[in-house]
């Protein structure tokens, strides 16, 4: 059996040749997209001859999400996708031009891959699902819909639309936005009690929240609707909220895993739970598609220590999209690699602490 | 190091998140606060009844005999803080210590919440009408004049996210507990000590731990609180005050422009009150609502802003523990300097003259690394529409407004505290209807002077309870 030692060389030699074909695909004058082919010519290195190793993405600027606000989207598609159909995400932002990225199948690969980290007690195959979140431009919907088919379910949906919500609490109508998750829990209620099976759901701490108290509420349970497993996102998912939700809100019988991800990245999945980490949540990017580095405040090329605290920078290489390193809105500590996941990881994600103050967050 | 739990009806809960208390001063970890989560918070309201239910188990007299016992045990006895104990004076130290306080200040409204528990039955009889308490309990009963009354509870628990900047407003939730209402503490925090040294000086004095629940953490938490209590208090600025008017469930504490209005009568002898306007200008650090922050009169405003200034603007920041420390340090940044900058402004007006700089010998506002000062501030107002004219700061800060007798009233807006220096009965009356005026103070009563027997912002009795009708027999027939 292979050492950690062993397995975190293995899928670093296995991170370099990613790196050299994605960046062989995405600017070769054949496959590369506009974007890029044009970006290519600012450089003062030839990315096709001079990136032979992750840590050569270093020498790419620093990839900024401006540059995903506006059209035309076809300057994101390598050449030979063009012809495939093409989905348009939305990656965030609640003003203005938002934000997109487009995709071909990562999607549906991501939340594949994915779905090879869900153990199959807690999210039965061929058992039917509930999408309870945010839908609409964004990818979630689609992705959570895909994983539900590849594992032989249906995926039911109940849309929410969070930037309603910010706009309603920005103007103080704190009633009108509970009427409105209350309509959100309505659908989930009546979707549960209609014997369709479901025993896998995806959502956010909020609505978990406000399902789990309403199912309580009305002398049931999470448990009892037959929901076996969860899995719920975002920065609300923290270390106090993993114990809060498996100790008064789940109960022992439901399996709950965070997930920390976005529309550029994918989906990183928590690491296994053992009761010795005291509810502690690292994430592990899904490497070589996706790399999570944690780095310093003052210096992005420099990674902290293990256990030191940095902001999350995230990298992209797939072929449908490129991202040679993007600093998330997030902080978090870097952790040692683990043998599930022989890389390294981040824990306890939560805003950046410059940005913390002005960013509206756990909306829905 | 202090451990300061959650507690959660009474039982302690130690979270995951902890957040430092810290010294104002030199950043240095006094506490580690536990942070409760606003799932949590809404998890425990499902049972907000039991606390009433625990509380109905003794009678309102028992309850005001323990809290004139938890009176003697906040301000006397060493009680529990977390995981550790604390003497009155480490109280008031830590206070001092983590809300830039001086201590002298952090006695001042110790005592000051004492009183109020110590008193707390004539405090009820008082704002009852004499009601006999058992009613409140019973929800109906006969009163002594034969007439059947109902009292319901609006809500079994009163919600409150408490300030950090203000110890003395604790005062205004104390009589719930007497009248067997929970509560559902938010601290603020910088300033968890008062609401915990209450409730460990409550349990002492045997009132059930099991009525209390305290959530310290961050704005999610006091969103929670206000959302999921039928009854609620917050402390803020005027946007908070705006947000939640017109909602009967939340009683929204913010800025009180207080005033002092000199009638005609008086104002040529306005001499012998220097001293109400300057106390009412300077006491606690002219952090409270009930702090003077305008001064009206017809004429002789500029002598009175001189008079006022002579004495205010020599004063500067010295250590906490001066005992004779008068002013309060900022200790959020940017705070002190955003007022600073908006009374710079406000002096540009040609009806603006600041009376305080020839007697300040230096700034107005006092940089320190982790902290900031504002030293008092005199404005003379020349035009009564001028926005200086109705301004108010969390410091010594008074305009001094030159206003006909006759349209006082009219303009001076919202008025928390209005002592009105006048024996004009004419003018009395039209004060005693000016529904812009909420505590009327006639005579040289200085602002900040409360009778606690009166109802503050409303009377707590009617916020916690909805008189209606009952009939357990038929009426006399008509």
């Known amino acids: ?364 | 190091m202090i451990e300061i739990p959650v507690i959660r009806w009474g039982k302690p809960y130690e979270s995951l998140e902890k957040a430092d208390v810290v010294h104002f001063e030199t950043g240095e970890v006094m506490a580690r606060m536990h942070q409760a989560n606003g799932g949590l918070v809404q998890m425990d309201m499902r049972k907000a009844s039991k606390a009433r239910e625990i509380l109905k188990q003794f009678s309102c007299a028992d309850l005001i005999k323990k809290c004139e016992k938890a009176a003697d045990l906040f301000l006397n006895a060493t009680l529990p803080i977390g995981n550790g104990t604390q003497t009155p004076e480490q109280f008031c130290e830590i206070q001092s210590a983590t809300t830039g306080l001086p201590l002298n200040m952090a006695r001042g409204n110790m005592s000051k919440n004492a009183f109020v528990l110590k008193h707390m039955g004539e405090i009820l009889d008082a704002l009852t009408r004499g009601l006999p308490l058992e009613i409140l309990t019973r929800g109906y009963g006969m009163e002594s004049r034969g007439v059947m009354v109902s009292y319901q509870a609006s809500s079994p628990v009163l919600g409150l996210v408490l300030p950090s900047n203000s110890p003395g407003v604790h005062t205004l939730w104390l009589p719930a507990i007497p009248l067997q209402i929970g509560l559902v503490l938010k601290p603020g925090s910088s300033e968890p000590w008062t609401p915990y040294r209450m409730y460990e000086a409550f349990a002492a004095a045997g009132v059930p731990r099991e009525a209390f629940s305290l959530y310290p953490g961050p704005h999610d938490v006091g969103n929670k609180v206000l959302e999921t209590s039928q009854r609620a208090m917050i402390f803020g600025g005027t946007a908070t005050v705006e947000k939640y008017a017109g909602d009967p469930r939340v009683q929204a504490h913010g800025p009180g422009f207080s005033k002092i209005l000199i009638g005609d009568d008086m104002v040529d002898r306005w001499e012998e009150y220097l001293d109400v306007l300057v106390k009412s200008v300077l006491i606690n650090g002219g952090r409270s609502c009930v702090n003077c922050s305008g001064i009206w009169a017809s004429r002789h405003t500029e002598a009175i802003a001189d008079a006022i200034a002579k004495q205010l603007g020599p004063i500067t920041a010295t250590p906490t523990t001066d005992p004779n420390a008068v002013l309060a340090a900022f200790t959020m940044a940017g705070a002190a300097e955003a007022m600073n900058s908006q009374i710079e402004e406000g002096v540009k007006s040609p009806a603006v003259t600041e009376m305080t700089a020839k007697y300040r010998n230096g700034d107005r506002l006092i940089r320190k690394e982790r902290c900031d000062y504002l030293r008092p501030t005199v404005l003379h107002v020349s035009d009564l529409t001028d926005p200086m004219a109705n301004t108010e700061y969390m410091f010594p800060f008074v305009s001094v407004v030159e206003c006909p007798q006759k349209q006082m009233i009219g303009k001076i807006g919202t008025t928390l505290v209005g002592t009105a220096i006048t024996a004009d009965e004419a003018w009395i009356s039209e004060l005693v209807d000016a529904r812009n005026i909420d505590r009327l103070n006639v005579g040289r009563i200085p602002t900040c002077s409360l009778n606690w027997l009166q109802p503050h912002e409303g009377n707590i009795i009617d916020f916690l309870f909805r008189t209606r009708a009952f009939q357990n027999s038929l009426p006399p027939a008509h």
Not at chain 1, 170 to 198: F, P, R, W
Not at chain 1, 229 to 255: D, H, K, M, S
Request: hydrophobic share 35%; glycine share 8%.
């Open chain 1, 1 to 364: 059996m292979a050492s950690l030692e062993d397995k975190c060389r293995d899928r670093k030699a296995e991170l370099d040749q990613q790196t050299r074909e994605i960046v062989q695909w995405h600017f070769g004058d054949d496959t590369g997209c506009e974007f890029w082919l044009e970006k290519k010519k600012t450089f003062d290195f030839d990315p096709l001859k001079d990136v032979n190793c992750f840590d050569d993405l270093k020498k790419f600027p620093l990839f900024e999400d401006d540059w995903l606000r506006g059209g035309p989207m076809r300057r994101w598609v390598p050449q030979p996708l063009q012809n495939k159909p093409i989905y348009v995400f939305e990656t965030g932002g609640t003003t203005g031009v938002p934000k997109s990225r487009v995709v071909v199948e990562d999607h549906w690969i991501d939340y594949e891959l994915f779905s090879e980290t869900l153990p199959d007690e807690s999210f039965p195959k061929g058992s039917n699902w509930l999408m309870l979140g945010p839908s609409g431009p964004r990818r979630l919907r689609l992705a959570i819909e895909h994983l539900a088919q590849h594992r032989g379910g249906i995926c039911f949906c109940v849309d929410l639309d969070p930037r309603w919500v910010v706009k309603l609490l920005k103007k103080g109508k704190v009633e009108e936005a509970k009427a409105y998750s209350a309509h959100c829990i309505d659908q989930a209620m009546t979707i549960l009690s209609a014997n369709n099976d479901i025993k896998c759901m995806f959502t956010t701490p909020k609505l978990l929240e406000a399902l789990a108290l309403r199912l309580m509420d009305e002398g049931s349970s999470v448990e009892e609707s037959g929901i076996k497993g969860i899995f719920c996102g975002g920065t609300e998912f923290t270390q106090q909220w993993f114990r809060f939700a498996c100790e008064e809100l789940l109960g022992p019988n439901v399996y709950i895993t965070p997930t920390y991800g976005n529309t550029l990245m994918g989906l990183a999945c928590g690491k296994p739970f053992d009761p010795a980490d005291n509810y502690k949540i690292t994430y592990y990017a899904p490497q070589p598609r996706a790399v999570v580095e944690v780095v310093d405040f003052e210096d992005h090329k420099k990674l902290v220590g293990y256990g030191e605290t940095g902001r999350v920078k995230l990298y992209t290489m797939t072929k449908e999209l490129f991202v040679p390193g993007f600093l998330e809105r997030d902080e978090g500590e870097r952790e040692k690699p683990h043998d599930k996941y022989p890389w390294d990881g981040v824990s306890s994600v939560r805003p950046y602490h410059v940005f913390a103050k002005t960013t509206t967050v756990g909306v829905y």
